[in-house]
């Protein structure tokens, strides 16, 4: 009788090996296509998403190292922002989120600003506000210095934001472009010894 029912088993097993195969080779296609497209795979979707820490920080850093021009990239546990850019030109600084894909949606003059992501809306503390605060805390050091920041999302997120203001607002894929116009300006605002200071503040 035992048997019967082993041998019965086994039977059904080999029946539905196929099957199986084909269901994990889809899962690791899935795994891979996740990673490739969105930069997470499956078992970082169930993670706790936190647009302050960015998987892109280091991509960044080296794009930003190819841009032609007289500037230096810094970063600094001073501010918020992930990089700052200083050239004779101004000050611009740069905070990257954390969002590969979906739509942001909300007031900028809001704390929280939603993000709509895989049939979800979720909360997410507004960059916009963090990097105004970067602003006017070095303005406060700084008067005369030119500033220009920039809140940057992923290639594949969608924003539809009620107040835009002065804020900038970018995806991964523009801001070197970006940068190099205001790079490629002629004529230099501020002296080397005006920019030595602002380094040394920075730093």
Not at 20 to 33: A, D, G, P
Not at 66 to 91: C, H, M, W
Not at 136 to 160: C, S, Y
Request: proline share 2%; net charge positive.
């Amino acid at each position: 009788m035992i048997s019967l029912v082993l041998g019965a088993l086994i039977e059904i097993l080999r029946l539905c090996m196929p099957l199986l195969i084909i269901f994990i080779v889809s899962i690791i296609c899935k795994m891979i296509y996740r990673r490739i497209k969105y930069g997470y795979g499956c078992m970082d979707v169930i993670k706790k998403r936190n647009l302050n820490i960015n998987v892109d920080t280091e991509l960044m850093a080296l794009t930003l190292k190819q841009l032609k021009g007289d500037y230096e990239v810094i970063e600094t546990d001073k501010y918020n922002a992930n990089f700052i850019i200083v050239s004779p030109r101004g000050v611009y600084f740069i905070e990257m989120c954390n969002t590969h894909r979906g739509t942001i949606t909300g007031d900028l003059k809001n704390d929280k600003l939603e993000w709509y992501d895989d049939g979800k809306f979720h909360y997410i503390d507004n960059p916009f506000i963090r990097q105004r605060k970067d602003l006017q805390k070095f303005k406060r050091q700084f008067p005369n210095i030119v500033t220009k920041g920039f809140v940057v999302f992923g290639n594949d997120v969608l924003f539809d934001f009620t107040y835009r203001g002065n804020s900038n607002v970018t995806r991964t894929r523009n801001l070197a472009y970006k940068l190099q116009e205001l790079l490629n300006e002629q004529n230099p605002n501020y002296s080397v010894r005006e920019l030595k200071k602002i380094k040394l503040y920075l730093k």
